[in-house]
């Protein structure tokens, strides 16, 4: 490889980690409204189950149900900042979800979940809970292997699309698969690590998600005209654009049905 196409090579990889930086800025300033205050993330959950929140108002308890999303294995039930507007309830402090219990709503039973002082001094009011539906034990925050997991999944899949487009296009040369994985795993690595913070999905981001990828394919395409020689200049062009639809696709499709 010349220094120039080393060069041109640093240039664009680092130029692919950092197109997720604006989006992801532009991504947290979504209206606060329509971010839940809190999330519970749970494994695994009954079909029947319902989250209540009890909060006190006044004197009172105000029963608040939490909005449930199944997405495979893992439920998400999130209390929305500010509920229908003829309530009129806010979450917008700590202060809020003092004395709050958590009910879980399943098999004809409810269970009183109390949240602790402790995690209550940690919210930020963008906040997530693991629930364990076998003994409904309740953790602050979401657990590495999770996080390690799903990344893994992701990455495994969108790679796996694209190198089965490289084998496709017919492409059989060692260094060909060698430079596919390599730059595939750098911006299939930075995209995953940008839509694992979409647990909170607006759906609206679907939009910048595809930006995105269209970022990566303008990197990509003189990066593979570049590199990927073996069939032909033209032929890698188009081996970008299809590994790029590919990928894309198969995102989109995971960021609405899989866990985030």
């Not at 940008?194 to 995105?212: E, G, L, Q, T, Y």
Request: glycine share 4%; hydrophobic share 50%.
């Amino acid at each position: 490889m010349t220094d120039r196409r080393r060069r041109g090579l640093t240039f664009l990889l680092a130029l692919m980690l950092m197109l997720a930086i604006p989006v992801s800025a532009a991504a947290d300033g979504r209206g606060v409204y329509y971010r839940p205050a809190l999330t519970f993330v749970t494994s695994h959950a009954p079909d029947d189950m319902i989250l209540r929140m009890d909060l006190r108002r006044d004197g009172e308890t105000v029963p608040v149900f939490l909005y449930r999303e199944d997405r495979l294995w893992e439920s998400y039930f999130r209390l929305y900042r500010q509920t229908e507007q003829e309530v009129k309830i806010w979450y917008g402090n700590r202060v809020d979800f003092q004395d709050a219990v958590l009910v879980a709503m399943t098999g004809g039973m409810e269970i009183p979940i109390p949240l602790s002082e402790e995690d209550l001094m940690k919210l930020t009011m963008n906040d997530y809970f693991m629930l364990d539906a076998s003994d409904f034990s309740l953790s602050y925050g979401l657990s590495t292997g999770r996080a390690v997991l799903l990344f893994c999944l992701r990455l495994a899949i969108t790679l796996a699309a694209a190198l089965a487009v490289l084998y496709l296009k017919r492409y059989r040369w060692r260094k060909s698969w060698i430079t596919v994985i390599i730059v595939d795993l750098i911006s299939l690595s930075a995209l995953s690590l940008f839509v694992s913070n979409w647990i909170n999905f607006n759906p609206k981001m679907i939009a910048v998600h595809f930006a995105v990828m269209l970022g990566v394919l303008i990197v990509q395409i003189p990066l593979f005209w570049w590199l990927l020689d073996e069939n032909g200049s033209l032929e890698s062009v188009s081996y970008a654009c299809w590994s790029n639809v590919a990928t894309t696709v198969i995102n989109a499709y995971m960021v609405i049905h899989f866990p985030l």
